[in-house]
């Protein structure tokens, strides 16, 4: 076997990315080696490659989307085995010994680890993980579908199936990108009444084939009004990184309703007290999930035949893959392959 192995690397932020050789090493303790097959390309990735993160040291590979096969395992680690099809997601490791852990409640470790942040990630051809970060592949599972719903695929999926909404109620999502694509696919297969809303016609079509039962065009209509003539929204998920947009579908919200937020904002929703207060509506963050829930993710799309919808680019055209994606062009999540 090769001493060495490929990555792609950013050596500060902004740098941009370089296709390296690097040694490889064996796992430690408590560690795997995985050889990657996908990894996708998230717009957390910004995170790595142009922006910085408090404590991120570089030269630093970025990916948190990573599916492959374990091919080294390190001292101490059960039940995994070397050649098992295994993906990592946002979630890359807790410490077990917080006050969240002990409580159970792993997501929300303050040690968390998050692959191409907390250590290197996916963009390369071997990983080494925490034994706590892997999520089983299911075999009927292809590893370039596999990759998104590491994140985008398990943020949707787990937001929805822990948003208490039954099925036959009305949910919303808000946004028919990366997040929403797939918010749209789940949302119909748990059962529920399905909203697809959008800026524009351009993407009705294609939101009623993922499922929706739905489109509403955010130009056209007043989103909080139909969805109240519609019986008001159990769950509204918000997948658009747009604030604004969020707070003008609050009113769509039927009594006791929750409107989930996913997407990412530094930008402050504005949210009236008078808003929420009659009809005991709420707005709440959701984080992505443990391992456990990607898994869960997994086997769900497998079953379901929930697919996203990617284009692929090899390893060694990772940024142009990166450009690709940050475009906002890409429809609509874009996967490295690595030819293992």
């Known amino acids: 076997m ?29 560690e795997v080696r995985v050889r990657v097959e996908a990894c996708g390309v998230c717009h957390s990735d910004a995170f790595t490659i142009d922006y910085g993160y408090p404590g991120l040291e570089y030269p630093r590979v970025p990916g948190h989307e990573i599916a492959g096969r374990i091919d080294a395992v390190g001292e101490g680690v059960h039940p995994w085995e070397a050649g098992q099809r295994v993906g990592v997601g946002w979630f890359g490791g807790h410490c077990g010994y917080c006050e969240p852990c002990r409580r159970g409640d792993m997501i929300s470790c303050e040690n968390g680890q998050v692959p191409g942040i907390s250590y290197d990630g996916g963009y390369a051809d071997h990983v080494i993980v925490p034994a706590s970060a892997l999520a089983s592949i299911p075999d009927d599972l292809g590893a370039e579908d596999a990759a998104p719903l590491l994140c985008a695929g398990i943020t949707t999926f787990n937001a929805l199936r822990e948003s208490g909404a039954r099925p036959g109620d009305l949910v919303a999502v808000l946004g028919i990108g990366g997040l929403g694509h797939l918010g749209v696919q789940f949302a119909r297969h748990m059962g529920f009444e399905t909203v697809a809303i959008a800026r524009g016609a351009a993407k009705e079509d294609e939101a009623r084939r993922l499922g929706a039962h739905h489109y509403l065009d955010s130009t ?15 769950t509204i998920l918000a997948t658009v990184t747009a604030p ?4 003008a579908v609050l009113g769509g919200l039927r009594p006791r309703g929750r409107m989930i937020v996913v997407g990412a904002s530094t930008d402050p929703i504005e949210v009236p007290p008078f808003a929420i207060i009659p009809g005991s509506t709420g707005v709440i963050g959701h984080a992505s999930g443990t391992s456990q829930d990607s898994e869960d993710t997994l086997r769900f799309s497998a079953l379901q035949g929930i697919r996203p919808q990617i284009e692929t680019y090899p390893l060694e055209q990772a940024a142009d893959g990166y450009a690709r994606m940050m475009s906002g062009d890409a429809r609509f999540r874009v996967v490295l392959t690595t030819g293992a």
């Open 2 to 30: 090769s001493t060495t192995t490929r990555a792609v690397q950013v050596s500060g932020p902004g740098e941009g990315l370089e296709l390296v050789e690097r040694e490889l090493r064996d796992p430690g303790p408590g």
């Open 220 to 234: 056209a209509v007043d989103v909080a009004e139909e969805l109240k003539a519609l019986g008001g929204a159990a």
């Open 244 to 247: 604004a947009a969020m707070s």
